[in-house]
């Protein structure tokens, strides 16, 4: 089975100020980790992934997210934060197992404030 | 290039009826997702389609069903609506999944909101 956490309903930060989205997650094997982002009235947008590799992954909009294995972590981070980047977002986890086939598991989300 | 598209934006219909909700998939990718999002119940993913074929389905009742033509465009119906059925649809796509293959992201839609009266 496969289950994603984010502990923040709610982060606020300033502009300009470093910005830190929290997910852990728990999957049999190795996961595939994914974040995305939701504007009001809108669709997900992909911001990026983790399959394998380097662990810190490098998205759209700046962002970037660091993959732990140890601490089953895959935390989004971006350096100075924007207005713009107030949104709804989204971690995502799915392992190589049949019953996640094609089966994005998403956490809860975490709502972004950023205040001029 | 021409994003994941989905019709009608909004529908609403009264308790009991049925709704068909359309997606048509990114130019090149044969694979599309439902997942339903529900005040309260967060994104939940309802079913996967590829190459025609229903290849996954999560914890939802057959009245949940659907289908992808020829074209991978692909239709949500549900049936015998209720109240609870209220959510904002989503439908992604994908490149072909396997089951060795399966780290392609899916890019989504805009939703259609159904609200059930």
């Known amino acids: 089975a496969q289950s994603v956490a984010q502990p923040e309903d709610q982060v606020n930060v300033a502009e300009g100020n470093p910005l830190t989205v929290k997910c852990t997650y728990s999957v049999s094997g190795n996961p595939y980790l994914f974040w995305y982002v939701q504007y009001p009235n809108r669709g997900l947008q992909f911001l990026l992934k983790y399959i394998t590799g380097d662990n810190l992954v490098k998205g759209s909009y700046g962002f970037e997210a660091e993959f732990n294995k140890s601490q089953t972590s895959f935390h989004l981070k971006k350096p100075s934060a924007l207005v713009s980047d107030s949104a709804l977002y989204f971690c995502a986890v799915r392992d190589g197992s049949t019953d996640s086939w094609g089966k994005l598991q998403f956490g809860a989300g975490t709502q972004v404030v950023v205040t001029p | 290039e021409a994003g994941v598209t989905q019709s009608p934006t909004h529908l609403i219909k009264t308790r009991g009826q049925q709704a068909t909700l359309r997606c048509s998939p990114i130019?090149?990718?044969?694979?599309v997702y439902w997942y339903q999002q529900a005040l309260g119940l967060g994104l939940q993913f309802l079913l996967w389609?590829?190459?025609?074929?229903?290849?996954n389905r999560g914890n939802f009742p057959p009245r949940f069903s659907g289908r992808q033509f020829p074209n991978y465009s692909s239709e949500l119906n549900v049936n015998a609506l209720e109240l609870e059925d209220s959510a904002l649809y989503l439908c992604a796509s994908s490149l072909a999944g396997t089951r060795t293959t399966n780290s392609y992201e899916q890019y989504f839609g805009p939703g259609t909101r159904l609200t059930v009266t």
């Open positions: 130019s090149g990718h044969t694979s």
């Open positions: 389609y590829d190459e025609g074929e229903e290849r």
